[in-house]
């Protein structure tokens, strides 16, 4: 499988109609992109904003607001929303709201202003077009077979069968692979396309044996899949007998990976983000009969498990997902493996298992839509779905039955933060495993202790916000919008000063930036750490009054008192520790030393 490509190589393609011009260092470019950027002018063009002092106000794009509460910084190039949390520069946005991925971004960009794409000298900057271009001749051509030709009416009886209407046929692009070794192959060869970029595309496959190359797809319904900007980047294949495997799917190519798309989303990301609730399915036939009979705000994993990559991509619209997933135990299965995902990601997750042994394709054509939606609307929260499954698997009626669910529920409940909700926990699983409510409570007071130490631990987003409110972040907001007290404030404070205050890891690599050009923007594209790129971000996005160098000489006194604080303390617990004579006067001395410092630092002139 060909290596991931840096980002500008795959930001660069043949066919963009932007001027191309010799090679020049990516971080340049990224660069001369960055700088010519106006995120006003930018957001503008999506949605009204009003100025507001020095910053410009809208309603956020990437939730259901009334009151406006989505900023845009002109001088910072940033936005940032204080209702949903999402922020960031006109990369960002133009991400998230035209579902493009970085590169493709960046390309829009370039072209807005005008800026000359590099040319790469790398061969595989010309396979992206090519591809697609393969791609988007392979679906007309297994339509063409089901539409019209008699290799294709199996096809055609089957999804009328399945009750897909031609609407939905066409609106998806299905189509069908004849049973033949070389059908596409040679159409595709015709058009000028060579063996070995169909081969790169997936669509043909070679006998070891022979060399002989032949058609991946044969006898098969072909489910085309779309990438978020709707561009056709691989196939699904369903056989309509009972041949195995039942379900084919493209290899992994420069354009298809199967573990970080989700089938339909190009169609349903706006749905999804204006209900804020995902529902997610199995396949590509209970995706389209849900879609079919009026259900939106869908998304179908490709016939394999969820992934994290599936769950990052689900989050750019929604934190609330339904899955419903086949009843079978295989589907369970699936269940399970993606909640932990899931809730490892912070989404709110309920669970629909349908009654019997129904899957949803079949249960709405069977049911119809509004038993489904009324199925929807009920569906538990996860903790109520896993209780329900302990429940089913045990004996209840003896002792040991009842111990066993109640073990394989209350991780779960210990995750949860507030102890409200674990209090409601405990009455919903009283009654589920008929077990008194002080034994429950009693077992999960046994299993917060065992997880004592983790409960304790704040969540990035605490540590976040308790961070954003210390003298260390105002410090590097200061370092960051105040040119003048720059080089001061790079040449006095120690990396110690900032330690266990939470933007120790943003000050590593701002002083790096001290004597070049500080923007919030250079910044936080060299920060690795989400968390550091969130803090950041929201210190950017947090209104104040104009620093000044008095206020930085203010900040960094606080911090320096704050380290001798602490390492007096260290050596105070050292000294209860000594053991021997010269172990305690070193230490001693050491204790005066800090305290001269403390009281000259406390005793200099107010600044």
Not at 60 to 81: I, M, N, R, W
Not at 135 to 156: C, K
Not at 368 to 392: I, W
Request: aromatic content about 8%; glycine content about 8%.
């Amino acid at each position: 499988m060909p290596g991931r490509r840096p980002f500008l190589e795959l930001a660069i393609g043949t066919d963009t109609g932007v001027k191309v011009v010799p090679s020049r260092s990516d971080q340049e470019f990224l660069e001369t992109v960055r700088s010519s950027v106006d995120i006003r002018e930018i957001i503008a063009g999506y949605i009204p904003l009003k100025k507001v002092g020095g910053r410009y106000r809208g309603l956020c794009p990437f939730h259901a607001e009334k009151t406006p509460s989505f900023y845009v910084d002109g001088g910072k190039q940033l936005f940032y929303c204080f209702g949903c949390g999402t922020g960031g520069d006109a990369f960002k946005f133009l991400m998230l709201y035209e579902k493009v991925d970085f590169p493709e971004a960046l390309r829009q960009l370039a072209r807005r202003y005008g800026i000359a794409i590099p040319e790469r000298g790398h061969a595989a900057s010309s396979e992206r077009p090519a591809l697609l271009r393969i791609h988007q001749a392979a679906v007309a051509y297994f339509r063409r077979v089901l539409r019209e030709s008699d290799e294709g009416r199996s096809g055609r009886q089957y999804l009328e069968a399945r009750g897909l209407a031609p609407e939905t046929v066409e609106a998806f692009a299905l189509g069908y692979a004849p049973a033949r070794w070389d059908g596409l192959k040679e159409t595709l060869l015709r058009q000028g396309f060579s063996e070995g970029q169909l081969l790169l595309a997936g669509v043909l496959l070679r006998k070891e044996e022979t060399g002989r190359t032949y058609d991946r797809f044969r006898g098969r319904l072909v489910f085309p899949i779309r990438n978020l900007l709707g561009e056709f980047v691989g196939f699904g294949g369903r056989v309509l007998g009972n041949e195995e495997p039942k379900y084919l799917n493209s290899p992994e190519t420069p354009l298809f990976r199967k573990g970080e798309l989700l089938y339909g989303l190009d169609r349903t990301a706006d749905s999804i983000r204006k209900s804020d609730q995902a529902i997610l399915v199995e396949g590509y036939m209970d995706f389209l009969s849900l879609h079919q009979a009026g259900l939106s705000n869908l998304a179908a994993t490709l016939g394999t498990g969820f992934t994290p990559a599936h769950a990052r991509l689900l989050a750019r619209f929604t934190h609330r997902v339904v899955v419903n997933f086949d009843p079978d135990t295989a589907g369970q299965v699936a269940v399970r493996r993606s909640l932990d995902i899931l809730l490892e990601s912070g989404f709110d997750v309920r669970v629909l298992r349908l009654p019997g042994t129904q899957d949803p394709d079949r249960f709405v054509r069977e049911e119809g839509v509004q038993r489904y939606r009324d199925l929807l609307y009920a569906a538990p929260t996860y903790l109520e779905y896993l209780a329900r499954e302990a429940a089913e698997s045990v004996d209840l009626n003896t002792p040991a039955g009842k111990i066993r669910a109640l073990n394989q529920v209350l991780p779960h409940v210990v995750r949860l933060e507030s102890a409200l909700e674990r209090s409601e926990q405990v009455k919903l699983l009283s009654e589920m495993f008929r077990i008194q409510d002080g034994i429950v409570l009693q077992e999960l007071k046994s299993a917060l202790a065992a997880r004592r130490t983790n409960l304790k631990s704040p969540s990035p987003r605490q540590e976040s916000a308790e961070a954003l409110a210390g003298p260390a972040a105002r410090l590097l907001k200061l370092f960051v919008e105040l040119p003048e007290a720059r080089l001061a404030i790079h040449r006095v404070v120690r990396d110690e000063d900032l330690a266990g205050t939470g933007v120790e890891g943003i000050w590593r690599v701002a002083r790096d930036l001290a004597e070049g050009d500080m923007t919030y923007g250079r910044l936080g594209s060299r920060l690795t750490e989400s968390i550091d790129q969130d803090l950041l971000l929201r210190l950017a996005s947090t209104p104040g009054p104009a620093g000044s160098l008095t206020e930085a000489e203010d900040c960094v006194r606080r911090l320096q008192e704050a380290r001798l604080a602490r390492r007096l303390q260290e050596l105070q617990e050292k000294l209860e520790k000594a053991a021997d004579g010269a172990s305690v006067d070193d230490l001693l001395r050491q204790k005066m030393d800090l305290r001269r410092e403390m009281r000259a630092l406390r005793s200099a002139p107010s600044p």
